[in-house]
């Protein structure tokens, strides 16, 4: 059974930190690109960050460049989000996503909240 479990959210001040986990199981890991996707009310899901299967080459929405740092472990079978100098904006809903082209699968978690606010 595919599991990808988020963790790590929670309420934080403007310019605190966070750092989201996304443990998971039932699938070759290390085979597939991983995401980190959130969704403020109203407003569509966005991309926030990507990492490759072997972790080497990440990518990141203009908006978390230089403040969120994405990374995984293929030993432990996870993925995580360090957040830095946090904005009332980055409130939202983050969830993971695990991607393969080959044969075509995406696989998602339940999310987590993040709330910035003083």
């Known amino acids: 059974q595919v599991q990808l479990v988020e963790s790590g959210g929670g309420l934080v001040q403007p310019g605190g930190s966070l750092r989201l986990s996304c443990a998971t199981s039932?699938?070759?890991?290390?085979?597939?690109?991983m995401s980190w996707y959130r969704q403020a009310p109203g407003k569509e899901r966005e991309l926030v960050a990507q990492?490759?299967?072997?972790?080497?080459?990440?990518n990141y929405a203009d908006s978390v460049k230089g403040r969120f740092t994405i990374s995984r472990d293929n030993s432990k079978n996870t993925m995580y989000l360090q957040m830095n100098s946090l904005k009332s904006e980055d409130t939202a809903v983050y969830y993971c996503?695990?991607?393969?082209?080959?044969?075509?699968?995406?696989?998602w978690g339940q999310g987590t909240q993040v709330t910035v606010s003083l």
């Open positions: 996503n695990a991607r393969r082209t080959i044969p075509d699968r995406s696989y």
């Open positions: 039932g699938f070759s890991f290390s085979s597939y690109a």
């Open positions: 990492i490759s299967s072997d972790g080497g080459i990440s």
